[in-house]
């Protein structure tokens, strides 16, 4: 499903592009935040194919914004793991030259609100030394519960899992968000 915001367009699903766009903008911001190299972008392009390829809508977002028909921002929520009850939310990335125009707002709003109506919880990992996406998360209620080393990305990094309990939610924190609503239109 599709819809316009302005010159944003919000798209639920798979579109052509969105894997390989996904995939490089993952390569290219965190090149550039953290060193990562190609370690990084071929295991992000195998967990990014391998999502969209078992992709089940009904349990599962995977939520594109285009600006001028260009995706610039994505975001996913993945059904539970083995072992897990939440939601995972993966994957929420805006290209710099999208950020500060509310759009990585509504891509979290909408899909927090996807996970909260399907899933009693919700969660997602991080590494440290990234204050604006920390910010954002703890704004919304997500809280950090886990710390460990995480070296799967070819540089150690520290991991940090935060777990949302929906009590906790704060969607109105977001710009442009009502407070209160129930289900965006995704």
């Known amino acids: 499903m599709r819809s316009d915001a302005g010159s944003v367009a919000y798209t639920s699903g798979y579109v052509p592009g969105v894997v390989g766009r996904m995939i490089e903008m993952h390569g290219l911001y965190y090149a550039r935040a953290w060193g990562a190299g190609a370690v990084f972008e071929t295991l992000m392009a ?5 999502f969209v390829q078992e992709y089940d809508p009904e349990r599962e977002l995977l939520l594109s914004a285009s600006v001028d028909e260009r995706i610039m921002g994505s975001i996913a929520i993945l059904r539970p793991e083995p072992g897990e009850e939440g939601a995972r939310l993966r994957w929420f990335l805006l290209d710099p030259g999208c950020q500060g125009r509310g759009i990585g707002s509504e891509l979290l709003s909408r899909s927090l609100r996807f996970a909260r109506s399907r899933y009693p ?27 460990e080393v995480d070296t799967r990305y070819g540089l150690e990094l520290k991991s940090v899992r935060l777990d949302l309990d929906w009590k906790d939610l704060l969607l109105d924190r977001l710009a442009g968000t009502p407070a209160g609503s129930r289900r965006p239109p995704v």
């Open 46 to 50: 195998r967990e990014i194919g391998d």
């Open 121 to 147: 919880t919700c969660y997602l990992w991080t590494v440290t030394g990234l204050p604006a996406s920390m910010h954002m998360y703890e704004k919304v209620g997500f809280k950090p519960v886990k710390h």
